[in-house]
């Protein structure tokens, strides 16, 4: 049986790893553990032989003496956090919990040192303040690639409205100018929506609306349909199940748009693109299902690259790594999400779950 009245606190004292003081009214440190004079650096005689706001950094000092005004008044003090300057000159945070004893005159104190969360906390906002940075230069580049691309656009467009297609009788020319007019004015309208959307306000705000999906398809099919037709793409669409969602319309333009690109670009040799379009609610959720019978992927060893920005996974000269990482960011920043189901040579499903 353990003698309780044998028991002793000092050696809890001296080996704790947290920092443990007493300190007088007087301002001075009466008794402190092994482990704070290891951190400041300072023998026992030094520390006690000075007023403890000397140890204290010099932007704290005022501070930490109002917070002392309290403890003076028999006020605990939680969760305060100053800065103490060691013998070598290093400046360490320290997390405090002191409790006053009036009828003592004395203060015990505990202190944790919080220098490595301080200096990770430093560095988050150093990496923050870049990222807000970064963010506000490429909305800048965008606005002003958005704004300049238009004028040369409306250039096209004037072109087009002088020619005289009457005098024209070569069928195929005919039909290479309207496909090249309609694209012009897909551009043209694409090019407006970013601009007001990015010149609106400061911080973008998404307009949701009632989403068509066999309106959006069609208009993003008529805008690349020299594409497709080059391409001999073929579809099975089937919008019957979920006509419509809430969503943003240029987000799902940009979706359809760079699923169906992708699907060209990456198209089995002498194998045109079949491309399978549905829309499903299973147990209440709203989902598009997208499927073509391209080349496909590597998913064991893409892993989670897959939507990354700037990741290529096949050599075409016109690949830049941004396609899917925009499918991505636009479904998940609405609340949904989007995974993948693809075999080398098999082709690729996508299922793009709504909010």
């Known amino acids: 049986m353990i003698d309780q009245n044998k028991l002793s606190l000092e050696p809890f004292f001296n080996l704790s790893l947290d920092l443990l003081c007493i300190a007088g009214y007087d301002g001075y440190f009466k008794k402190i553990n092994p482990a704070f004079v290891e951190l400041l650096g300072y023998t026992e005689a030094e520390l006690f032989s000075r007023p403890i706001r000397e140890f204290i950094h010099e932007d704290d000092r005022d501070l930490t003496a109002r917070y002392r005004e309290n403890i003076l008044k028999n006020v605990p003090l939680v969760n305060y956090e100053n800065r103490y300057r060691c013998k070598s000159g290093e400046i360490v945070w320290l997390h405090w919990t002191s409790i006053p004893l009036e009828e003592e005159e004395l203060v015990y104190a505990i202190a944790k040192n919080i220098t490595h969360k301080k200096r990770l906390d430093e560095e988050r906002m150093d990496h923050l303040q870049t990222l807000v940075k970064i963010n506000q230069d490429l909305k800048n580049l ?164 897959i939507f990354g920005l700037n990741q290529k996974f096949h050599q075409h000269g016109d690949s830049k790594g941004v396609g899917l990482y925009l499918v991505n960011n636009h479904v998940r920043s609405l609340g949904g999400t989007i995974s993948v189901d693809s075999e080398v040579n098999k082709g690729t499903t996508f299922v793009i779950t709504f909010k």
Request: glycine content about 4%; overall charge negative; aromatic content about 8%.
């Open 142 to 305: 965008n606005y002003t690639t958005s704004h300049d691309l238009r004028s040369p656009v409306n250039n096209l467009l004037s072109i087009f409205s002088f020619l005289d297609l009457s005098k024209i009788e070569d069928a195929e020319v005919l039909e290479t100018l309207k496909y090249m007019k309609m694209a012009t004015e897909g551009l043209h309208n694409s090019l407006d929506k970013y601009v007001d959307l990015l010149s609106s306000k400061e911080a973008i705000e998404v307009k949701l609306e009632d989403i068509d999906f066999e309106k959006v398809f069609h208009h993003v099919r008529r805008s690349i349909n020299s594409l497709l037709e080059n391409a001999k793409v073929t579809f099975e669409v089937d919008f019957s199940e979920l006509g419509s969602v809430t969503y943003c319309e240029n987000y799902m333009d940009s979706i359809f748009l760079n699923l169906l690109t992708n699907s060209i670009k990456y198209a089995k040799p002498d194998v045109p693109p079949h491309i399978k379009i549905r829309t499903t609610i299973e147990n209440g959720t709203k989902k598009l299902v997208y499927t073509d019978n391209g080349i496909g992927l590597d998913l064991e060893k893409i892993g989670d690259r």
